[in-house]
């Protein structure tokens, strides 16, 4: 997707109606987010606006997520978003292309921390979401690189999704031709898989209200 159709999708998963007041919940992340390979509304993200709405919660779900981000693309284009959407909560979702590209770990991890501190500094709670990589780029960066989202949600204080493909990436028949990108059935499990700790920020969010 380009980043032209991303600003699009920015506030086309918003409900009709919604207002100033409600809850918005950002997420920023990469084709996983971004229904890459499937119609907007069979993605993720537009099912957790869905799950949402069922519950009977004022919370409006923006998409800012772009097919192919790196976390230093995520992190140039972050103080604009931030500005434009002034989110309650955002669930940051980005590293994997950086893993599956090789990129060196403290970058990521500076990248990510950097993101995480921005959105906090704007007021935002945030859920970070973490990610694998195969273990064919070797089981000391493989790790490494599953770990660091694990120091930088400790680092900033903030929840963590330990993995978000967890019930589905081992599963061929849940993921597209490619074997990266997850297809249409799974999606429901991703939001099952982000969901137990999503909910009590958003619980939080309503007590406080």
Do not use: C
């Not at 957790?48 to 998409?63: P, S, T, W, Y």
């Not at 990610?131 to 930088?152: D, S």
């Not at 330990?162 to 061929?172: I, K, M, R, T, Y």
């Amino acid at each position: 997707m380009s980043i032209l159709g991303s600003w699009l999708l920015l506030f086309a998963i918003a409900p009709a109606g919604a207002v100033a007041q409600h809850y918005s919940i950002l997420v920023y992340g990469d084709s996983l987010s971004a229904a890459y390979g499937l119609r907007q509304e069979q993605g993720w993200v537009a099912l957790l606006q869905e799950r949402l709405a069922l519950r009977g919660d004022h919370f409006k779900v923006i998409n800012a997520s772009v097919s192919g981000e790196t976390t230093d693309g995520g992190l140039r284009r972050l103080p604009e978003t931030l500005e434009r959407v002034k989110p309650d909560l955002v669930i940051l979702e980005l590293g994997g292309n950086d893993g599956l590209r090789g990129f060196p770990l403290p970058v990521i991890r500076n990248n990510l921390t950097a993101m995480v501190s921005s959105a906090k500094e704007s007021g935002a709670e945030v859920l970070l979401v973490g990610m694998r990589i195969p273990p064919n780029y070797g089981t000391r960066y493989a790790e490494g690189f599953h770990q660091l989202y694990q120091k930088v949600a400790q680092t900033e204080n903030v929840a963590l999704v330990p993995f978000l493909l967890e019930q589905v990436a081992l599963d061929s028949k849940l993921m597209q031709d490619d074997q990266i990108h997850p297809t249409a059935t799974a999606q429901p499990l991703i939001l099952d898989t982000l969901w137990p700790h999503l909910e009590p920020l958003l619980n939080q969010e309503q007590a406080a209200k």
